[in-house]
Nanobody, 117 residues
Framework: QVQLVESGGGLVQAGGSLRLSCAASGRTASVYRMAWFRQAPGKERELVAS????????YYADSVKDRFTISRDNAKNTVYLQMNSLKPEDTAVYYC??????????WGQGTQVTVSS
């Protein structure tokens, strides 16, 4: 099993920045790719960004491209999401997730990000 623990959420004004962290423990060698998802009230969970543990290649949703940066520290088994130029529509619970093959099997408990206008 793999355990994921997020941290770094909070309240920030529009235009501000936050950095989320996701610490992985357990059988992390079985995880191929890590991602950040978010879910706003009344909306479906959406993929925000993802990164490969090995190659570091990344993916971003169009809504966050050029504002958010996903990165990883393999030595610390930690994935980060640097969020800049935050907008009120970025308000959501952000979840860290990991997958072995095609499905995200492992999930964190989520961290709230609130952006005030």
């Amino acid at each position: 099993q793999v355990q994921l623990v997020e941290s770094g959420g909070g309240l920030v004004q529009a235009g501000g920045s936050l950095r989320l962290s996701c610490a992985a423990s357990g059988r992390t060698a079985s995880v191929y790719r890590m991602a950040w998802f978010r879910q706003a009230p009344g909306k479906e969970r959406e993929l925000v960004a993802s990164i490969s543990w090995s190659s570091g290649d990344t993916y971003y949703a169009d809504s966050v491209k050029d504002r958010f940066t996903i990165s990883r520290d393999n030595a610390k088994n930690t994935v980060y999401l640097q969020m800049n130029s935050l907008k009120p529509e970025d308000t959501a619970v952000y979840y860290c997730a990991g997958r072995r093959v095609s499905t995200y099997n492992y999930w964190g408990q989520g961290t709230q990000v609130t952006v005030s206008s």
